[in-house]
């Protein structure tokens, strides 16, 4: 833990306040599941605060198909993935050991992965919030996450975070629409 705070914190002024952002704590690895991943979360950090941006699933789904694809890590259409990840088998082994290619519908369970973490933290330590709201209203989205987290936002940051982000180039693949 002293390795990972000062890797990525040592230059971090001691009057702010400092956190992390990556959907990895939400998926599980092949040696932690994420009931795991929530307690050892809790016991180096009691008192964190975790935010949870959650993205409409089958959306979710098709983009991580799309990236695997391009990545050449998936040869299969999504349909056939899809169909593939849904036998209670597979459902299984994604949750146990989740991969780029298996984890379509698993990392869409957002009541099975959000409640590893409330079985471990009280519920006023996780916000939720939706990619849609963000797109929506992202001053209002934004505004909820500082007063969540406690921060004065400053006018700065408030119109910083309510700038779209800029899309990256797309692949349109077959049968996905997009």
């Known amino acids: ?40 979360i809790r016991a180096a950090v009691p008192d964190v605060r975790l935010i949870a941006l959650l993205r409409d699933p089958v959306k979710r789904a098709l983009s991580h198909h799309r990236m695997a694809t391009l990545r050449g890590q998936e040869h299969r259409t999504f349909d056939d993935a899809a169909r593939a990840s849904v036998v209670p088998e597979a459902l299984d082994e994604a949750r146990r050991a989740p991969t780029e290619t298996t984890s379509y519908v698993v990392q869409g ?58 899309r990256a180039a797309t692949s349109r693949l077959p049968g996905h629409g997009g």
Do not use: C
């Not at 990972?4 to 306040?17: C, H, I, K, V």
């Not at 934004?142 to 987290?149: P, Q, T």
């Open 109 to 166: 369970e957002y009541a099975r992965i959000l409640g590893a973490y409330l079985a471990v933290f009280p519920r006023e330590r996780l916000h939720v919030a939706l990619t849609a709201d963000l797109a929506e209203d992202p001053l209002a989205t934004m505004r909820a996450i500082f007063a969540f987290l406690g921060v004065e936002p400053s006018a700065g940051a408030v119109r910083a975070s309510a700038k779209p982000a800029r």
């Open 1 to 40: 833990m002293r390795w990972y705070l000062e890797e990525f914190f040592g230059d971090a002024p001691s009057n702010t306040q400092w956190g992390t952002v990556t959907p990895h704590y939400m998926m599980g690895t092949g040696d932690a599941d994420v009931p795991e991943i929530a307690r050892r």
